[in-house]
Nanobody, 119 residues
Framework: VQVVETGGGLVQAGGSLTLSCAAS????????MGWYRQAPGKERELVAG??????TNYEDSEGRLTISGDMAKHTVYLHMNSLKPEDTAVYYC???????????????WGRGTQVTVSS
């Protein structure tokens, strides 16, 4: 499975940015996709996930970061609004297999895209 993210960049605080991600290859078993981020000196953390059927889950971002997508096409987006300097990180997209009951396995990672929010 290949995963490619696009859309990162430099934005001022309060601005907006949308990241895109597409998975391809042997994707028959991929029934979920997620956005993660890793800030300098910190561990990678989940931002949001979406599953076949459209259900989503989020970590706490005060509603500023929202996920959408078309799992039939294995294409997902992360819409980021009211960005803060603390949102600065490398954002990674992941192709996942959701086995239910909270058991999610990442099959493949993208290379990541840098988002920098200036104050």
């Amino acid at each position: 499975v290949q995963v490619v993210e696009t859309g990162g960049g430099l934005v001022q605080a309060g601005g907006s940015l949308t990241l895109s991600c597409a998975a391809s290859g042997n994707i028959l078993s991929i029934n979920a996709m997620g956005w993660y981020r890793q800030a300098p000196g910190k561990e990678r953390e989940l931002v949001a996930g979406i599953r076949t059927g459209g259900s989503t889950n989020y970590e706490d971002s005060e509603g500023r970061l929202t996920i959408s997508g078309d799992m039939a096409k294995h294409t997902v987006y992360l819409h980021m609004n009211s960005l803060k300097p603390e949102d600065t990180a490398v954002y990674y997209c992941a192709a996942e297999r959701d086995y239910g009951s909270g058991w999610v396995v990442v099959d493949s990672w993208g290379r990541g895209t840098q988002v920098t929010v200036s104050s």
